[in-house]
């Protein structure tokens, strides 16, 4: 399958992250590209997947990530996709996942299917390298994409992924029978 891994360029940690998701992609036999997140390089409809990262701002999802997921039109509807973003990590607190559970949402309102959980890499300090094990924690992440892709290409079309319920529920922030709000 023809994927793409993009990412906001802000953040080296961001870049280092997508890197090694594209390489777990690579190994499982995926042909990949890196793109930076930048409004003249919104990809075309003929790739297969797209994972989208950024770090998380000061509210949440970047501005630059708003503009780019705006330029994205409804011939990715229906396709498979992911999410990661950078989370600062605060010892003797739990992390609060932020820009990649936003991104995940964004995606599923274009009508993208996201085939994994948000994936949050965790960083030492707001602009300092990942949490020791974190990048291989995403090439991980991307061999699992690859391998989930593999059994997607195996299926007919149209069919919707086993998470996009969960994920739905679990991240919609505007269902008022949503149990699991954010705390």
């Known amino acids: 399958m023809k994927t793409a891994v993009i990412y906001l360029p802000k953040r080296d940690s961001c870049r280092l992250a997508a890197e090694h998701i594209m390489d777990g992609l690579r190994d499982e036999g995926h042909d990949t590209v890196l793109l930076k997140m930048d409004p003249a390089n919104v990809p075309d409809h003929t790739f297969d997947f797209i994972a989208l990262g950024c770090h998380t701002g000061a509210w949440g999802l970047p501005m630059a990530a708003r503009r780019f997921l705006r330029l994205m039109d409804s011939t990715w509807e229906d396709k498979p996709c992911a999410s990661f973003g950078t989370e600062v990590y605060a010892p003797g607190t739990r992390p609060r996942p932020q820009s ?41 992440f991307g061999r699992q994409a690859g391998v989930i892709l593999k059994g997607l290409g195996r299926r007919a079309p149209g069919k919707v992924s086993f998470l996009r319920k969960t994920l739905r529920s679990r991240y919609s922030p505007g269902d008022p029978t949503n149990k699991r709000k954010a705390s």
């Open 100 to 140: 990649a559970k936003m991104m995940v949402e964004a995606l599923m309102t274009k009508g993208l299917r996201p085939i994994l959980p948000p994936f949050h890499i965790l960083l030492c300090d707001r602009s300092g390298p990942p949490v020791n094990g974190e990048l291989q924690r995403a090439y991980h």
